[in-house]
């Protein structure tokens, strides 16, 4: 079984940052999954992917975050990050992580809230 705990969020105001943090547990390192990914979903809005890692270390982005956020992973503290730079108050969502096996199975965390706002 594996276990995702995301953490980092918050309330920042325009053009802050913040870093979020997906750390694995139980079953397995995040370099035997698939991809590694975070979405987020905003109330009354569908859940969106905004960021996803492949095994091979590719990387893709959803449209609007790119140039400012960043999806980078740490082996060693089977770890997933999510840098987000210059953020915007349409960026305020729940942000959640996602583990995708070889089985194309979803593991998920709990999400971490971000709000954006002055």
């Known amino acids: 079984q594996v276990q995702l705990v995301e953490s980092g969020g918050g309330l920042v105001q325009p053009g802050g940052s913040l870093r979020l943090s997906c750390v694995a547990s139980g079953s397995g390192s995040i370099s035997s999954f698939y991809i590694m990914a975070w979405y987020r979903q905003a109330p009354g809005k569908q859940r969106e992917l905004v960021a996803h890692?492949?095994?091979?270390?590719?990387?893709t982005y959803l449209d609007s975050v790119k140039g400012r956020f960043a999806i980078s992973s740490d082996n060693g503290k089977n770890t997933v990050y999510l840098q987000m730079n210059s953020l915007k108050p349409e960026d305020t969502a729940t942000y959640y992580c996602?583990?995708?096996?070889?089985?194309?199975?979803?593991?998920w965390g709990q999400g971490t809230q971000v709000t954006v706002s002055s």
């Open positions: 890692i492949a095994r091979s270390g590719t990387t």
């Open positions: 996602n583990a995708r096996d070889w089985n194309y199975y979803d593991y």
